[in-house]
């Protein structure tokens, strides 16, 4: 079987990492684009480096830019590595502008598409990210969903026949970390934070709709300056950019800036923290899987499971943020809504078995809630 997976953002590495590992366990053919669509190295090489992730066969090199100027770069340059490799499947993954290039490009082509993290909806279309998933899945011959709350989402469009539950590849990219630091001779790794060392709170900002606004942009760096515990906050490239633009100091009151973390530091620095502030969608998950309180600067999350015992909640004013973070810690144990850390064997299963069920340019799949039962977490 050949596969050929297109990436380019940090969290479609991560979720790259198992499916790359079984694929080569199994001596399967694994193609890796690499969209160019994060090339900042602690948010792109660093990642391959630390999950043990062979190079790019390909790196599109796109860069930055809008969300039409960005996918167009890809499209123009996937569309002549397809026509050459010709696949059995091109994986696509998430929601970002790389998932949606690959998968139009793909279309084109009339190669079979899966799409991994099938799903997900925050039902706010104003936001690029949810345009993407909603294409992706429409295209998709085969919707590999995280959760039973994404197949819900899934047959609320009448894409039942195309979806399969499989669990959240996070949680096995988590599991295989968590695995090796508790392992004889393991450690796991302290956050580079300089200054403070005490509790804190560990803080993410990247969506366009917090960081291309100055007014909500300032309010919630008031906010974060705010809090009642020290905040570190990792700062994105769109953050920075942004905040040199509107002249807004990342730093100041309860508020440190820090350079992004690479994925085992980050993943420490997270399960290190007393909660998590964000408006990332990965880092709500990793958040209620290391069993960290986290507060969600959005009206919206495409991860409703977050929310269960009050584990995430959702922040629209800035203003209230000091006080959410001030909450006590949900008792208990987490839920565990997003699999058992196997999802991408049961992926590969999958597609091992169905990669040549039909011809390239006629390519559907049918596999109603039965066939869905079987590879169900």
């Given at each position: 079987?050949?596969?050929?997976?297109?990436?380019?953002?940090?969290?479609?590495?991560?979720?790259?990492?198992?499916?790359?590992?079984?694929?080569?366990?199994?001596?399967?053919?694994?193609?890796?684009?690499?969209?160019?669509?994060?090339?900042?190295?602690?948010?792109?090489?660093?990642?391959?480096?630390?999950?043990?992730?062979?190079?790019?066969?390909?790196?599109?090199?796109?860069?930055?830019?809008?969300?039409?100027?960005?996918?167009?770069?890809?499209?123009?340059?996937?569309?002549?590595?397809?026509?050459?490799?010709?696949?059995?499947?091109?994986?696509?993954?998430?929601?970002?502008?790389?998932?949606?290039?690959?998968?139009?490009?793909?279309?084109?082509?009339?190669?079979?598409?899966?799409?991994?993290?099938?799903?997900?909806?925050?039902?706010?279309?104003?936001?690029?990210?949810?345009?993407?998933?909603?294409?992706?899945?429409?295209?998709?011959?085969?919707?590999?969903?995280?959760?039973?709350?994404?197949?819900?989402?899934?047959?609320?469009?009448?894409?039942?026949?195309?979806?399969?539950?499989?669990?959240?590849?996070?949680?096995?990219?988590?599991?295989?970390?968590?695995?090796?630091?508790?392992?004889?001779?393991?450690?796991?790794?302290?956050?580079?934070?300089?200054?403070?060392?005490?509790?804190?709170?560990?803080?993410?900002?990247?969506?366009?709709?917090?960081?291309?606004?100055?007014?909500?942009?300032?309010?919630?760096?008031?906010?974060?300056?705010?809090?009642?515990?020290?905040?570190?906050?990792?700062?994105?490239?769109?953050?920075?950019?942004?905040?040199?633009?509107?002249?807004?100091?990342?730093?100041?009151?309860?508020?440190?800036?820090?350079?992004?973390?690479?994925?085992?530091?980050?993943?420490?620095?997270?399960?290190?923290?007393?909660?998590?502030?964000?408006?990332?969608?990965?880092?709500?998950?990793?958040?209620?899987?290391?069993?960290?309180?986290c507060s969600t600067l959005r009206a919206e999350t495409e991860w409703p499971e977050t929310l269960q015992g009050g584990w995430n909640v959702l922040v629209t004013d800035p203003g209230e943020l000091p006080t959410a973070v001030a909450r006590p810690r949900p008792a208990g144990e987490p839920p565990t809504p997003f699999g058992d850390g196997e999802a991408a064997v049961r992926i590969i299963d999958?597609?091992?078995?169905?990669?040549?069920?039909?011809?390239?340019?006629?390519?559907?799949?049918?596999?109603?809630?039965?066939?869905?039962?079987?590879?169900?977490?």
């Amino acid at each position: 079987m050949k596969v050929l997976s297109v990436v380019g953002a940090r969290p479609q590495f991560v979720k790259l990492a198992p499916i790359a590992w079984q694929l080569a366990r199994r001596g399967h053919e694994h193609l890796i684009v690499h969209t160019g669509q994060h090339y900042d190295h602690l948010l792109s090489q660093s990642f391959f480096d630390e999950l043990s992730l062979p190079p790019p066969d390909v790196n599109l090199e796109a860069g930055s830019g809008g969300q039409a100027e960005q996918t167009s770069r890809i499209l123009a340059a996937l569309d002549p590595v397809l026509a050459r490799e010709r696949p059995d499947w091109v994986l696509t993954y998430g929601d970002t502008n790389s998932t949606l290039a690959g998968t139009l490009a793909a279309a084109a082509r009339e190669l079979p598409i899966a799409h991994l993290e099938a799903g997900l909806r925050s039902f706010d279309r104003t936001m690029p990210e949810e345009r993407n998933r909603i294409v992706a899945d429409h295209l998709a011959a085969l919707l590999l969903a995280p959760t039973t709350v994404a197949m819900d989402n899934l047959a609320a469009e009448g894409l039942t026949t195309r979806s399969l539950l499989v669990g959240d590849l996070m949680v096995d990219t988590l599991r295989v970390i968590s695995d090796q630091w508790a392992a004889p001779g393991g450690e796991r790794p302290s956050p580079s934070f300089t200054g403070h060392r005490g509790r804190y709170l560990l803080a993410t900002i990247h969506r366009q709709a917090t960081t291309d606004d100055p007014d909500r942009l300032g309010a919630v760096v008031a906010a974060l300056a705010a809090c009642p515990k020290h905040v570190r906050l990792l700062v994105h490239p769109r953050l920075a950019a942004r905040a040199r633009q509107f002249g807004i100091a990342l730093s100041g009151g309860s508020l440190r800036a820090s350079d992004p973390l690479p994925y085992r530091s980050m993943i420490a620095a997270l399960a290190g923290a007393d909660g998590l502030i964000t408006d990332s969608g990965g880092l709500q998950k990793e958040a209620l899987v290391l069993g960290v309180p986290c507060s969600t600067l959005r009206a919206e999350t495409e991860w409703p499971e977050t929310l269960q015992g009050g584990w995430n909640v959702l922040v629209t004013d800035p203003g209230e943020l000091p006080t959410a973070v001030a909450r006590p810690r949900p008792a208990g144990e987490p839920p565990t809504p997003f699999g058992d850390g196997e999802a991408a064997v049961r992926i590969i299963d999958v597609l091992a078995s169905r990669a040549h069920d039909a011809p390239h340019a006629q390519y559907t799949i049918g596999c109603g809630r039965a066939a869905a039962a079987e590879v169900r977490t």
